[in-house]
């Protein structure tokens, strides 16, 4: 059974440009979850999504969005990339989402550079 | 606000011995479930160990054992025998009823030395 897998693997980009980062989280799993993971802040939440319907959004600015499509595939996007935004970015899915019991899995992220 | 507390930043141990992760966190929920990850250099987050709050009876899997306090809001790991391969970032992370979310503690680095 495939894991989570995220691409691009590694970008870079300059400021003001903007950014889709793609997640296909394993076959079944129907919760797909972002993460920005950067030295100063740690391990921020940005959205979930189940069955293309966002349940959750974290405390970041209008330039993060996201969506599901009907395969439970998920795209994040950037726009107007600032140089605070170089970090990791993790996703994860699970069946049913984070509380309902299930392990959550990850896939290996995708590191966005911004110069 | 929840939130999660890691006070080690670094831990280093010999390869064989025992070490122990401290986790704090802070809610008003009672429903929500308790984890640990691991991160590697590859950076790739691994589960541990998860616990449940209704359950009094700590969790264990093989080496990796947690010390639930539920009452002072302390979830600590322990590696038993701990081996070069356990070398990584950990960290603790909680999640609660309506949440759809994991919130994470600053992580504790750790390094098993041969």
């Known amino acids: 059974k495939a894991g989570v897998t995220q691409t691009p693997r590694y970008l870079i980009k300059t400021r003001g440009q903007q950014v889709t980062l793609s997640c296909s989280p394993i076959s079944g799993h129907r919760s797909v979850s972002w993460y920005q993971q950067t030295p100063g802040q740690g391990l921020q939440f940005l959205f979930e999504y189940f069955s293309e319907t966002q349940r959750n959004k974290g405390n970041f600015p209008g330039r993060f969005s996201g969506r599901q499509f009907s395969n439970s595939r998920s795209e994040m996007n950037v726009s107007t990339l600032e140089l605070g935004d170089s970090a990791l970015y993790l996703c994860?899915?699970?069946?049913?989402?984070?509380?309902?019991?299930?392990?959550?899995?990850f896939g290996e992220g995708s590191w966005l550079t911004v110069v | 606000a929840q939130t999660v507390t890691q006070s080690q930043p670094e831990m280093s141990v010999q390869e064989a011995e025992t070490v122990t992760l401290s986790c704090t966190y802070d809610t008003s929920e009672s429903n929500y479930y308790l984890f640990w990850y691991k991160q590697p250099p590859s950076r790739q987050m691994i589960l541990v160990i998860r616990?449940?709050?209704?359950?009094?009876q700590n969790a264990t899997e093989n080496r990796f054992s947690v010390n639930f306090q539920k009452a002072a809001k302390s979830f600590s790991l322990k590696i038993s025998d701990s081996q070069l391969g356990d070398t990584a970032m950990y960290f603790c992370?909680?999640?609660?009823?309506?949440?759809?979310?994991?919130?994470f503690g600053q992580g504790t680095r750790l390094t098993i030395n041969p």
């Open positions: 992370a909680f999640t609660y009823q309506g949440a759809q979310k994991l919130v």
């Open positions: 616990q449940e709050a209704y359950k009094q």
């Open positions: 994860a899915s699970s069946p049913g989402g984070p509380f309902s019991g299930n392990t959550i899995y």
